[in-house]
T-cell receptor, first 116, second 116 residues
Framework: DGGITQSPKYLFRKEGQNVTLSCEQN?????MYWYRQDPGQGLRLIYY???????QKGDIAEGYSVSREKKESFPLTVTSAQKNPTAFYLC?????FGGGNNQPQHFGDGTRLSIL | QQQVKQSPQSLIVQKGGISIINCAYE??????FPWYQQFPGKGPALLIA?????SEKKEGRFTISFNKSAKQFSLHIMDSQPGDSATYFC???????????????FGQGTELSVKP
């Protein structure tokens, strides 16, 4: 059963703490993405990776970091530098980056991060 | 110029009615316009998508209407059902090689509620 698995579903962060959100896909997709969703603001791109061992900053990368050491995994770390981390975080993947309608983005079911 | 503006923010429709959600854009390089459906606590799922070389695309009860000259596109849900209650996002992307090419730019989202 192919898809994208995000874990955990809920996560709490203490002040000054870094937390890591997991994203795993078994779709054999080259491209992976991280989005942040806030009420009334749509989805904003944090980081994306076109291929393993490569990643680029999106529109709101400050306070976040990623790695892409394996094709199927694209973890996101929310660092203590991100002062407003409370949001719903979504991971997505596509066969290739920028493939358009032949290669749509598929999303996981998200991780909700809150501040303690 | 990279924005996609979506309206209304929320919509209430009676069962059996037509739901209409509108999006407008400025970047004439956009060439792919998908709509995503998101249920609470879940990730968005691709609903239907269109390219600017056609003015309308229909899949079941869902239709995209596209007006290239007005730089607007809309989602029509015919015979709306309570199970259609969800948040809908429009998006757009431009080809690789363009400024921000390959990235999906999302609208702000519309929360649809279909009353029985």
């Amino acid at each position: 059963d192919g898809g994208i698995t995000q874990s955990p579903k809920y996560l709490f962060r203490k002040e000054g703490q870094n937390v890591t959100l997991s994203c795993e896909q078994n779709l054999n997709h080259d491209a992976m993405y991280w989005y942040r969703q806030d009420p009334g603001q749509g989805l904003r791109l944090i980081y994306y990776s076109q291929i393993v061992n490569d990643f680029q900053k999106g529109d709101i990368a400050e306070g976040y970091s990623v790695s892409r050491e394996k094709k199927e995994s694209f973890p996101l770390t929310v660092t203590s530098a991100q002062k407003n981390p409370t949001a719903f975080y979504l991971c997505a993947s596509s066969i290739k980056f920028g493939g358009g309608n032949n290669q749509p983005q598929h999303f996981g079911d998200g991780t909700r991060l809150s501040i303690l | 110029q990279q924005q996609v503006k979506q309206s209304p923010q929320s919509l209430i429709v009676q069962k059996g009615g037509i739901s209409i959600i509108n999006c407008a854009y400025e970047n004439t390089a956009f060439d792919y316009f998908p709509w995503y459906q998101q249920f609470p606590g879940k990730g968005p799922a691709l609903l239907i998508a269109i390219r600017p070389d056609v003015s309308e695309k229909k899949e079941g009860r869902f239709t995209i209407s596209f007006n290239k000259s007005a730089k607007q596109f809309s989602l029509h849900i015919m015979d709306s059902q309570p199970g259609d209650s969800a948040t809908y996002f429009c998006a757009a992307s431009s080809p690789l090689g363009n400024n921000q090419g390959g990235k999906l730019i999302f609208g702000q989202g519309t929360e649809l509620s279909v009353k029985p």
